[in-house]
């Protein structure tokens, strides 16, 4: 029931069912390896999903799955097939919405720096929950490599946890800390209730790969 004083948003205009009101606040969001949904690079017309209520999903890097999802107040709406027909848009028009939202808002969030010895790490956790989702991004693996990148060293990234980002140098003169963020990394993820990867990353050449402690 409404209260009195109050007008009620017509269903036809809310996010579930208008994209006007969906853009705005649509962002990519990580789910963990081997998570299944409907892959949207299969959906080549919004009308051949309707009544289709798996989340829609694309390949993320290192084996991950990119998923799309509303922001409902406190909690989040994954998008599935059933939206994309309401909506009556191309998939590339979702993706572009939701990295545009993404872009938007990891210009403004902020990153935590932590130095010691020697050692830096860098991380992202505003608890917005996009924070996992900034890797995503080319600014941001360019922000990573310019901050912790240096001659001899590597650039280790975990994404444990939707709400956690963590990046940091390591030197080739200090071989024992890739253990140790491994750890905490582990640790993070399995306490997490939104975990994504228990694994350890590193840029190279400007993507995101499996950390191998044997590489160069």
């Known amino acids: 029931m409404d209260h009195p004083g109050t007008t009620a948003t ?11 009101a969906a853009a705005p606040i649509l962002y990519p969001v990580f789910r963990p390896a081997g998570s299944k949904g409907l892959p949207l690079a299969t959906v080549t017309d919004p009308a051949s999903v309707v009544g289709n209520t798996e989340p829609l999903v694309d390949d993320g890097p290192v084996d991950l799955v990119v ?5 409902a107040g406190g909690f989040d709406v994954l998008v ?5 027909s309401g909506w009556a848009i ?11 939202n993404l872009r938007a808002w990891s210009e403004a969030a902020p990153w935590s720096v932590e130095e010691s010895a ?8 505003t608890g917005d929950g996009w924070d996992a989702s900034r890797i995503l991004l080319p600014e941001t693996i360019t922000h990573l490599v310019a901050d912790l990148g240096s001659p001899g060293a590597r650039v280790l990234v975990g994404i444990p946890a939707r709400h956690l980002l963590v990046a940091a140098r390591l030197r ?34 400007g993507r995101l790969v499996p950390f191998d402690p044997q590489a160069g």
């Not at 017509?10 to 006007?20: F, K, L, Y």
């Not at 993706?95 to 545009?100: H, L």
């Open 172 to 205: 080739a003169d200090d071989p024992e800390f890739a253990p140790l963020f491994a750890d905490f990394v582990l640790e993070y993820a399995g306490d997490s209730d939104e975990a994504i990867d228990r694994r350890v990353f590193e840029i190279r050449e």
């Open 80 to 84: 599935n097939g059933e939206h994309l």
């Open 118 to 125: 020697g050692r830096r790490v860098i991380s992202s956790d």
């Open 10 to 20: 017509p269903v036809s205009m809310t996010p579930q069912h208008a994209w006007e």
């Open 67 to 71: 998923a799309y999802a509303l922001v």
């Open 90 to 100: 191309p998939p590339e028009t979702l993706r572009e919405a939701a990295f545009a």
